[in-house]
Antibody, heavy 119, light 111 residues
Framework: QVQLVQSGAEVKKPGASVKVSCKAS????????MHWVRQAPGQGLEWMGQ????????NYAQKFQGRVTMTRDTSISTAYMELSRLRSDDTAVYYC????????????WGQGTLVTVSS | QSALTQPASVSGSPGQSITISCTGT?????????VSWYQQHPGKAPKLMIY???NRPSGVSNRFSGSKSGNTASLTISGLQAEDEADYYC???????????FGGGTKLTVL
């Protein structure tokens, strides 16, 4: 069965960086795009970007351009999302989501990783 | 302010039907088939309920259906059940640099 298992919660200071991992299993990792979506406390979902695990090609939401980097390690079927220059309003749960082939809907999601930014 | 507009809340009684709207523009909802709907229970990850406007993933109840007219997509839930109480989000592909946009979410209350 498809599973996406994310790394554990993080507490970071303003200005620092955080790197969240998403380990995939149960399907061909390089065959499907991976999206990253975040959700601030009590707020809605926000799309951050996507990575093509096969080529490593990425597309980032304009809001995060210059601050986010998405990478992957195909040898261990793991995707990564790194967000730099953290601010307090980056406090959120960060999700990875496997995307339907040729589509933009996320059919399997990780359990979420809470990133808290606080001085 | 979200790119797609959803009502903040809707409610219905068990057995009734409700519809949640999702309004965008011709650059997103109105221009492409890539409209999805997600259900999210408190503290849980979102679950895909509808993709490509009206397609249901395997395992999703046929009480959930989707449609689109112009720049507005809709999610209809028929035969409401207590377990349907959750937040619902629409999303769409968009022609901007930000490829995917979400609605602000709708809280469904089953009375």
């Amino acid at each position: 069965q498809v599973q996406l298992v994310q790394s554990g919660a993080e507490v970071k200071k303003p200005g620092a960086s955080v790197k969240v991992s998403c380990k995939a299993s149960g399907y061909t990792f390089i065959g499907y795009y991976m999206h990253w979506v975040r959700q601030a406390p009590g707020q809605g979902l926000e799309w951050m970007g996507q990575i093509n695990p096969n080529s490593g090609g990425t597309n980032y939401a304009q809001k995060f351009q210059g601050r986010v980097t998405m990478t992957r390690d195909t040898s261990i079927s793991t995707a990564y999302m790194e967000l730099s220059r953290l601010r307090s309003d980056d406090t959120a749960v960060y999700y990875c989501a496997k995307v339907l082939y040729g589509d933009y809907g996320g059919d399997y999601w990780g359990q979420g990783t809470l990133v808290t930014v606080s001085s | 302010q979200s790119a797609l507009t959803q009502p903040a809340s809707v409610s219905g009684s068990p057995g009734q039907s409700i519809t949640i709207s999702c309004t965008g523009t011709s650059s997103d909802v109105g221009g492409y088939k890539y409209v999805s709907w997600y259900q999210q229970h408190p503290g849980k990850a979102p679950k895909l309920m509808i993709y490509d406007v009206s397609n249901r993933p395997s395992g999703v109840s046929n009480r959930f259906s989707g449609s689109k007219s112009g720049n507005t997509a809709s999610l209809t839930i028929s035969g409401l059940q207590a377990e349907d109480e959750a937040d619902y989000y629409c999303s769409s592909y968009t022609s901007s640099t930000t490829l995917v946009v979400f609605g602000g979410g709708t809280k469904l209350t089953v009375l």
